[in-house]
């Protein structure tokens, strides 16, 4: 088999940083894309590609594509797993916020993996996985855009499947609850309460970005080439489906 080439976006920390390594350790070539310099990601993985690039930015994705493109001289999976959230109660939540995490979680999936899918479809072969969130799911009141952004997500991921599939490319979303990716001692993810998640969960303890390394290397291997238009709720059993 070919060597393959990942591209992850959000690759600095958190999820994103975690998902790279796991590629990069499967023999994946790997580029991370992110508003930030990711000299950690960088210093775990040997022959990585740093594209510093503002996500929701038509041409900046497109420069940083044709980067990696030069480098590896192809790609076949792309991992949307940048994104970001708040915390308000609805009414004291601004359009301007409103619009900041539809156009990270939503349009900028969108722009990535538009850009991606001719190197996609010249490759013959592809995978697109998508960072949603079980908070579709259990639905916490304060967080209302992000939560609609990554039921939007799905969507996309559904009709996006039956649109690539002539072309062997498949689109798959996972859904985590709230993941532990902040240094010890302070509280990060979707709702920043990790005790108020986990005595919700079937699985007593926070979610770590460990955690879903599994799920998706499974959905992105290749003989996954069945699954499709599916969303994974690897939420510790905040949620069943």
């Known amino acids: 088999m070919e060597t393959r080439t990942a591209l992850v976006t959000g690759a600095a920390q958190g999820l994103g940083r975690e998902f790279a390594v796991a590629l990069a350790g499967r023999g994946y070539r790997v580029a991370g894309l992110d508003l930030v310099p990711q000299p950690e990601t960088a210093g775990k993985i040997l022959d990585y590609v740093e594209l510093t690039a503002d996500v929701t930015d038509e041409t900046q994705v497109c420069q940083g594509l044709e980067q990696l493109i030069d480098r590896f001289g192809t790609l076949h999976v792309v991992v949307n797993s940048a994104d970001?959230?708040?915390v308000n109660p609805f009414e004291e939540?601004?359009?301007e916020?409103?619009?900041r995490i539809m156009r990270v979680n939503l349009e900028a999936p969108f722009l990535v993996?538009?850009?991606a899918l001719p190197y996609l479809k010249?490759?013959?072969w592809g995978r697109v996985v998508n960072i949603a969130s079980a908070a579709v799911l259990t639905a916490p009141p304060a967080m209302v855009p992000y939560v609609a952004s990554k039921m939007g997500l799905i969507g996309f991921t559904r009709s996006l499947a039956a649109a690539l599939a002539p072309y062997g490319i498949t689109v798959n979303a996972i859904a985590p609850s709230t993941v532990r990716t902040a240094p010890a001692g302070r509280r990060a993810g979707p709702d920043s309460g990790f005790e108020h998640v986990r005595d919700r969960q079937t699985v007593p303890r926070a979610q770590t970005p460990s955690d879903l390394v599994s799920t998706l290397l499974y959905v992105v291997d290749e003989?996954?080439?069945?699954?499709?238009g599916q969303t994974l709720n690897v939420s510790g059993g905040s949620a069943f489906l």
């Open 97 to 99: 916020e409103w619009r």
């Open 223 to 228: 003989g996954s080439g069945f699954l499709t």
């Open 113 to 115: 993996t538009r850009a």
């Open 93 to 95: 939540t601004s359009v």
């Open 84 to 86: 970001v959230h708040s």
């Open 122 to 124: 010249a490759a013959g």
